[in-house]
């Protein structure tokens, strides 16, 4: 009867110390956790309005590809692969989602939708403002097709370099 009684004791005990050390490792990682800053959720974009008649014929007319800007600089224009008739702009790790309107002058306007920034496309050159500054990002941007647009007007071929070949 001692002997079991001893056994009935000492798996007890281990259990007990195995659970208090369980609990005791178990203990900074709650404190870890709980000092822990709580992870944000990215917030999801809510969805854009859809695109009709004028902004998609606006879209249309926008040169897609690279620009070549001042100071050995280049923007990035792209359709927006989520909503239809809006156009995304890249300039060095900055992106934005922009809505192309058709001025009355016949300068094409990308719009930033958050309101921070404008592309203003002419027929021979491009820039990109920060409307919020009062600012130019970068100017003197031209596209091939400005590029040609402009060789064109001055009665002389495209540089080839310029050239979608």
Not at 1 to 29: D, I, K, Q, S
Not at 144 to 161: C, D, H, I, M
């Amino acid at each position: 009867m001692n002997r079991h009684f001893f056994a009935a004791v000492t798996t007890l005990t281990l259990a007990a110390l195995l659970g208090a050390t369980a609990a005791g490792a178990a203990e900074p990682v709650k404190r870890a956790a709980a000092k822990a800053k709580p992870v944000k959720a990215a917030k999801a974009e809510p969805p854009l309005p859809t695109a009709e008649g004028e902004q998609l014929a606006a879209a249309a007319m926008t040169h897609f590809g690279e620009y070549q800007c001042e100071q050995s600089k280049s923007v990035q224009v792209a359709m927006n692969p989520k909503f239809e008739g809006y156009i995304d702009v890249l300039f060095g790790k900055q992106r934005w989602t922009m809505r192309p309107v058709l001025s009355s002058t016949g300068a094409l306007r990308l719009e930033d939708v958050k309101g921070q920034t404008l592309m203003l496309q002419i027929a021979h050159k491009s820039m990109l403002m920060d409307v919020k500054v009062g600012r130019r990002l970068v100017d003197e941007c031209v596209h091939e097709k400005q590029a040609q647009a402009k060789a064109e007007a001055q009665g002389q071929p495209a540089a080839p370099s310029m050239m979608g070949n």
